[in-house]
């Protein structure tokens, strides 16, 4: 599956975003999906995941509150709504696919055991 994340940029602090993941090839349908971020000068950090239909969500403490992660596997694109922003938040956000089987034995926010990367969309939030 190809995936490709959109709708970063620039917001004030306290403001929102919604940034997109979507399909080009492939379905979606059968992934749990995460959303992954990385700042200038720091490792990729585990953000949201959710499962295959939708029914599990786990969120980094740094997010929880503020994030909305959420999927559509009819329209083959998941979602993150953020809100509340904060200067940290600026990152490169990136989605990504895995396996049921994976999370299963690996846990969500493991990044290595992510098998399809979007090719990330930048986030900056002023103060």
């Known amino acids: 599956v190809q995936l490709q994340a959109s709708g970063g940029g620039s917001v004030q602090a306290g403001g929102s975003l919604r940034l997109s993941c979507a399909a080009s090839?492939?379905?979606?349908?059968?992934?749990?999906m995460a959303w992954f971020r990385q700042a200038p000068g720091k490792e990729r950090e585990f953000v949201a995941h959710?499962?295959?239909?939708?029914?599990?969500?786990n969120y980094a403490d740094s997010v929880s509150g503020r994030f909305t992660i959420s999927r559509d596997n009819a329209e083959n694109t998941m979602y993150l709504e953020m809100s509340s922003l904060k200067p940290e938040d600026t990152a490169v956000y990136y989605c990504?696919?895995?396996?049921?089987?994976?999370?299963?034995?690996?846990?969500?926010?493991?990044?290595?055991?992510?098998?399809?990367w979007g090719q990330g969309t930048l986030v900056t939030v002023s103060s």
């Open positions: 990504a696919a895995t396996s049921p089987h994976r999370v299963v034995a690996w846990g969500p926010a493991q990044s290595g055991k992510y098998d399809y």
């Open positions: 090839e492939g379905s979606i349908g059968n992934y749990d």
């Open positions: 959710i499962t295959w239909r939708g029914a599990k969500q």
